[in-house]
């Protein structure tokens, strides 16, 4: 936004001098948003030291609302102990009140919500769930269905606006279990819903886009090229593929899930958060704020109707200089964020705004 510097200072002059119309006048004649997703924002995880329900996690809120972002994908966690297990519990890393309290602050910040239970398996993902046999594999959606629904009911109680009814399920992604699957959390839920694929690959596997009202899809690709090349030739391929299965399949794009940690050398591998936590690479800023800025502007396409970033967490004072984590708060990728997104209307909402949980 090329007049963003000159409104952030000005904003506060006018306001004191002018009725609130004149104000909102001068911002919107000073600059024109670019054209992005209808809805963008950001998948929110709660921190260890910010529970969702705590003051801390309505101030991180208020700056991610500050960033232009108009909606959030929030994360609760299943679990099961290894790829091949039938039985899927609920983790303990986000409880059912946690939830709810950041639905119901997100909702006061008018933000659109998103709820997308993720699963969770210790030293696999996934995309590993397999079951060979046809029995093994009905127990296990028998599970998986059961734990679904129940934030599905979550979600109609209180408003989310969709629900993910699977992330990245690779080995599953044919079953014929999916329509009986999605028939039953229609029964309970009158949002949208969609299933996050893996990659343009898992997009064109799943067989179900049919039954569910977008297409959801999470891009982690080798970008390593993309560093090299100007004309970041990968990106754009991969939303140009994505528009094309949004025709053929009538229904638009949700990339639900994008995004790289700021650390060197991980352009190449930005899926690969294992190998984060376990090694200590130098910190890299400029990768990810670079990465970011391409995936925001090559997904203004008609077609991809929604774009969240991996990830922005319920602590104020998370990322900064120093951290290699995915999260962009406090870094320069935030700032780019803020300068594709951040309109007239979202600079002078923030003046009036009261941070309360």
């Known amino acids: 936004m090329v007049a963003g510097g ?40 709660q921190h260890s030291h910010a529970a969702f329900d705590s003051e801390a996690a309505c101030r991180s809120l208020e700056q991610l609302k500050d960033t232009g972002a108009n909606s959030i994908v929030l994360v609760p966690f299943l679990e099961q102990d290894d790829p091949q297990s039938t039985q899927v519990r609920f983790s303990h890393a986000v409880t059912d009140e946690q ?6 602050i997100a909702s006061r910040y008018n933000l659109h919500r998103i709820l997308k239970p993720q699963l969770l398996i ?20 028998k599970s ?55 990659g343009v690959e898992g997009v064109e596997s799943f067989l179900y886009w049919n039954l569910l009202d977008h297409i959801g899809v999470t891009l982690y690709p080798d970008l390593s090229n993309d560093l090299i090349e100007s004309d970041n030739k990968i990106t754009y391929s991969i939303v140009d ?17 994008v995004g790289i940690p700021s650390a060197k050398g991980w352009e190449a591998h930005p899926w690969d958060w294992r190998r984060l936590a376990s090694t200590s690479p130098l910190p890299d800023q400029k ?10 502007t090559a997904s203004a396409k008609p077609g991809i109707n929604g774009i969240w970033i991996w ?25 780019i ?8 209307v979202t600079l002078l909402a923030g003046m009036f705004r009261e941070c309360t949980i």
């Not at 996934?126 to 127990?139: I, L, T, W, Y």
């Not at 934030?151 to 109680?157: D, G, K, L, P, V």
């Not at 990768?287 to 925001?296: E, G, N, R, T, V």
């Open 311 to 335: 990830q922005w967490t319920s602590l104020p004072e998370a990322g900064g200089e120093n951290d290699i984590s995915y999260t962009v708060q406090n870094k320069i990728t935030q700032k």
């Open 287 to 296: 990768i990810q704020a670079k990465i970011i800025h391409q995936w925001l």
């Open 241 to 257: 593929q994505l528009q094309r299965l949004a025709e053929k399949n009538h229904r638009s794009v949700w990339i639900l899930e």
């Open 144 to 198: 998986y269905e059961k734990h679904l629904l129940h934030y599905a009911r979550i979600a109609e109680t209180y408003g989310v606006e969709a629900l993910v009814i699977g992330t990245e399920l690779e080995g599953l992604r044919g079953s014929t279990h999916w329509p009986t699957l999605i028939r039953k959390v229609r029964s309970v839920f009158s949002g949208k819903l969609t299933y996050a694929a893996n």
């Open 122 to 141: 210790k030293d696999s993902w996934a995309g590993a769930v397999r079951q060979e046999d046809p029995d093994q594999e009905a127990a296990w959606f």
């Open 6 to 45: 000159f409104i952030k200072m000005n904003v506060k002059i006018l306001s004191q001098n002018l009725p609130v119309l004149y104000v909102m006048a001068f911002l919107c004649t000073a600059c024109t948003p670019s054209s992005q997703p209808e809805l963008r924002g950001f998948n929110f995880l």
């Open 337 to 344: 964020v803020q300068q594709l997104w951040q309109t007239p």
């Open 99 to 104: 939830v709810i309290a950041a639905i119901k």
